[in-house]
């Protein structure tokens, strides 16, 4: 393939390139990579790299020997799966989590490179290319669509930044990470502070329920609060905990006196709540907290005597 679009010399640098690229890449199935607190589209990207990894390995094996029979696909795809599985099973001993999800994007770059790596002119069965082409360009889409919704999703909240999230859009709703059995959220027009809807939040009885919001995506300096809207549907006060924590926290110790701690009584109706930026700077006992690299803000409820239900709208920096 290589060979029908450049020269010799182009050819040949571009296999040595993507050899160097290979070699570079390979440890990083093992060592680095997103944790918890990395950002969607950076785990989204690096599961991309599988496909990426693969499409190059093939392109550079059939520089030295072009897969023109289905045999020989049929033996790169099977080698591929037992390649892929063995570098899950090793993930797991070195502290890294396996994903079927992995071992399909492996796949996905090995036809890739394999189908789009050859001449249409050598191969044997061009019919069965041109077909096997189309799949694979069919196969790279949800893994492309995840990539690109993540980044859709990050240009949109840094845009609306001051405003933290308003949940409102799609990609605000995706800041959202909760435990489905101990919380129920959803979208609700019943009490809008901002926008047209608001987030409905069930906590439920005992234990721990509570829900947590990334907000990394704008510097917290020179702002003076930030400032949320919440609803109280009933005649009861309720008994809430609001949390802030930075990067250093997230990848820490996860320590209590590590980050912003905040007892909320939210009163019957609406409750205003401004916290100053100075405060949560000040908050962690032994450093300053880094308002550039704000992860997560929780809001949790423990051991509730019943279910209880509140409104949250409008996150936002003045």
Same mark, same amino acid.
């Given at each position: 393939?290589?060979?029908?679009?450049?020269?010799?010399?182009?050819?040949r640098s571009v296999v040595v390139l993507c050899a160097v690229l290979l070699v570079l890449a390979a440890p990083l199935f093992f060592v680095g990579?997103?944790?918890?607190?990395?950002?969607?589209?950076?785990?989204?990207?690096?599961? %991309?790299?599988?496909?990426?990894?693969?499409?190059?390995?093939?392109?550079?094996?059939?520089?030295?020997?072009?897969?023109?029979?289905?045999?020989?696909?049929? *033996?790169?795809?099977?080698?591929?799966?037992?390649?892929?599985?063995?570098? $899950?099973?090793?993930?797991?001993?070195?502290?890294? #989590?396996?994903?079927?999800?992995?071992?399909?994007?492996?796949?996905?770059?090995?036809?890739? *490179?394999?189908?789009?790596?050859?001449?249409?002119?050598? !191969?044997?069965?061009?019919?069965?290319?041109?077909?096997?082409?189309?799949?694979?360009?069919?196969?790279?889409?949800?893994?492309?669509?995840?990539?690109?919704?993540?980044?859709? !999703?990050?240009?949109?909240?840094?845009?609306?930044?001051?405003?933290?999230?308003?949940?409102?859009?799609?990609?605000?709703?995706?800041?959202?990470?909760?435990?489905? $059995?101990?919380?129920?959220?959803?979208?609700?027009?019943?009490?809008?502070s901002h926008g047209e809807q608001s987030l409905q939040v069930d906590l439920m009885a005992g234990g721990y329920s509570g829900l947590r919001l990334?907000?990394? #995506? *704008?510097?917290?300096? *020179?702002?003076?609060?930030?400032?949320?809207?919440?609803?109280?549907? $009933?005649?009861?006060?309720?008994?809430?905990?609001?949390?802030?924590?930075?990067?250093?926290?997230?990848?820490?110790?996860?320590? #209590?006196?590590?980050?912003?701690?905040? !007892?909320?009584?939210?009163?019957?109706?609406?409750?205003?709540?401004?916290?100053?930026?100075?405060?949560?700077?000040?908050?962690?006992?032994?450093?300053?907290?880094?308002?550039?690299?704000?992860?997560?803000?929780?809001?949790?409820?423990?051991?509730?005597?019943?279910?209880?239900? %509140?409104?949250?709208?409008?996150?936002?920096? $003045?």
């Open positions: 393939m290589l060979n029908a679009i450049l020269s010799p010399v182009a050819a990579g997103p944790d918890w607190v990395s950002s969607t589209l950076l785990k989204n990207l690096w599961n %991309f790299g599988h496909v990426v990894f693969f499409a190059l390995l093939l392109v550079v094996v059939q520089w030295f020997v072009p897969l023109t029979h289905w045999h020989q696909w049929l *033996g790169v795809t099977l080698l591929a799966l037992l390649l892929g599985a063995t570098v $899950e099973v090793v993930q797991h001993f070195v502290g890294r #989590y396996a994903s079927w999800g992995d071992l399909f994007n492996n796949l996905v770059g090995v036809w890739l *490179g394999l189908f789009w790596g050859q001449h249409l002119g050598a !191969a044997r069965h061009p019919n069965r290319v041109r077909c096997a082409r189309v799949l694979s360009l069919l196969l790279i889409g949800p893994a492309l669509w995840l990539v690109l919704e993540a980044a859709w !999703a990050e240009l949109s909240l840094r845009r609306a930044f001051p405003l933290v999230n308003s949940f409102e859009s799609r990609a605000e709703w995706q800041q959202l990470v909760f435990n489905p $059995e101990r919380i129920g959220l959803q979208p609700s027009t019943t009490a809008v990334r907000v990394c #995506y *704008g510097d917290w300096q *020179g702002f003076n609060v930030v400032a949320m809207d919440l609803f109280n549907p $009933e005649a009861d006060p309720m008994s809430l905990v609001l949390r802030l924590s930075d990067v250093i926290h997230d990848r820490g110790d996860n320590h #209590y006196d590590d980050r912003f701690n905040r !007892a909320l009584l939210l009163q019957p109706g609406w409750n205003r709540l401004r916290f100053a930026i100075a405060d949560i700077a000040r908050s962690p006992k032994q450093r300053s907290m880094q308002l550039d690299a704000l992860c997560n803000l929780g809001i949790f409820a423990a051991d509730l005597p019943r279910p209880r239900r %509140f409104y949250l709208d409008n996150i936002r920096l $003045e």
